[in-house]
């Protein structure tokens, strides 16, 4: 019985192996495209994290943007206002302007009151980023610029890594307040196969 298990197991393995060499013959590995330049690359990874980001924005339901899921920690709304916000401090060095300023976090609430007037910032820190990169290109991104953070210079591309990283971290919380909220978030909802 032993023998009979392990020649089955045998020819079985034997007929993937032919399987998997006729698929490869038929259809050959083709060789990967060559890489886009490094600044086509950011874009390329700032249109994935703020589409996904204004699509929470204008999704989470409007009622619900003063939620937080504990007491010391922002709401929806005010992450949102906080990530859009410091997408603008960070780009100001890299297209020449003084530091992006606002009073504190308070203020900004009080001027950003609305689910309309928060998803509309977003929207407007995604297309400025998405603006920027164009206009600068690789070169954008190995010139130097004082940190808007601290008083060191830092090369265009630490200053994007930073507003990717930054923005992916409010991201992933948008995501933990609707599951708290007992909601899918878009990103993990069934894709329509039509």
Do not use: C
């Not at 906080?82 to 297209?95: E, T």
């Amino acid at each position: 019985m032993t023998r009979i298990i392990s020649a089955l197991v045998t020819i079985g393995l034997a007929a993937l192996l032919i399987t998997f060499a006729t698929a490869q013959e038929k259809n050959p590995v083709e060789s990967p495209k060559p890489a886009v330049s490094p600044s086509q690359e950011l874009l390329f990874q700032w249109y994935g994290l703020f589409r996904k980001v204004t699509t929470m924005a204008e999704d989470f339901p409007q009622d619900k943007y003063d939620f937080k899921a504990q007491k010391d920690e922002r709401t929806f709304g005010q992450n949102l206002i906080h990530l859009a916000a410091a997408v603008f401090i960070n780009m100001s060095p890299i297209n020449g302007a003084p530091t992006w300023q606002f009073q504190n976090e308070d203020s900004l609430r009080k001027q950003y009151k609305t689910k309309e007037e928060i998803v509309k910032f977003v929207w407007q820190a995604a297309k400025a980023g998405e603006q920027l990169i164009k206009e600068q290109g690789d070169t954008g991104l190995t010139k130097e610029y004082k940190n808007p953070w601290s008083n060191i210079m830092v090369h265009g591309s630490y200053l994007w890594r930073q507003m990717l990283e930054h923005t992916g971290e409010h991201y992933g919380q948008l995501v933990v307040y609707y599951r708290v909220n007992g909601m899918v978030p878009p990103e993990s909802r069934p894709k329509n196969s039509n």
